[in-house]
């Protein structure tokens, strides 16, 4: 889990997705439009830790590093919010009846991409003192999205553009429809009412204005 966390946005170019694929950019290319950032950021930290000097799995026997590698590629891909729904679905199926991510590890590499996902998008499950500097922080960086958008006559990309937000009913609508829901399948799995409770206050603080 912390080797997928470390790995899942190393060499993030501040741009999403839709972004790259819309410039034609070369890892749009190379990826061919799939899971772009989420293919750049595992072949990226694998390429740097195949240097000797960087090789800290290089002691592992090869089944072990080749498992590890693909639990971890799973989980990194699994933070596109294009698999998002999907996988939701799968994981509340998945705990509706039998699961045994001890013993089945198809049970094991889903929780893990659920948890992976969860962690990518926590900040505002945390204190409102903390979740609001992070939050001020991501608007900016979509916002300068917005503004290379503007630049080069493209759409600018809901939620991007400076001149025309309405941060609170973004950050509540993203709650209500990915966060909530995401959260609220975990809590069916094992209790996490901190957790739920932030994420509560923190949609209440903004209702509040």
Known sequence: ?????????????????????????????????????????????????????????????????????????EMVLATDLSQHFGLLASFKNKIAQAFDPKESREDRIILLKILMKCADVSNPTKEWS????????????????????????????PFMD?????VPSS???????????LFDAVNKYIEIPHILGNLQANREHWLAG
Do not use: C
Request: proline share 3%; glycine share 4%.
């Open 162 to 166: 400076r001149d025309n937000i309405n």
């Open 171 to 181: 950050q509540i609508g993203f709650m209500d429809y990915v966060l909530l829901p």
């Open 1 to 73: 889990i912390y080797l997928a966390a470390i790995i899942h946005d190393v060499d993030h170019p501040g741009v999403n997705n839709n972004f790259l694929s819309t410039t034609y950019d070369v890892r749009a290319i190379l990826y061919n439009d799939k899971s772009i950032l989420e293919n750049h950021h595992l072949a990226t930290a694998f390429s740097l830790m195949s240097r000797h000097d960087l090789d800290f799995l290089g002691q592992l026997p090869r089944a072990e590093f080749k498992q590890l590698r693909e639990t971890v590629i």
């Open 130 to 157: 903390i979740y609001f500097q992070w939050a001020d922080r991501v608007l900016e960086e979509f916002m300068r999205q917005g503004d290379m958008e503007k630049s080069l006559n493209l759409p600018v990309s």
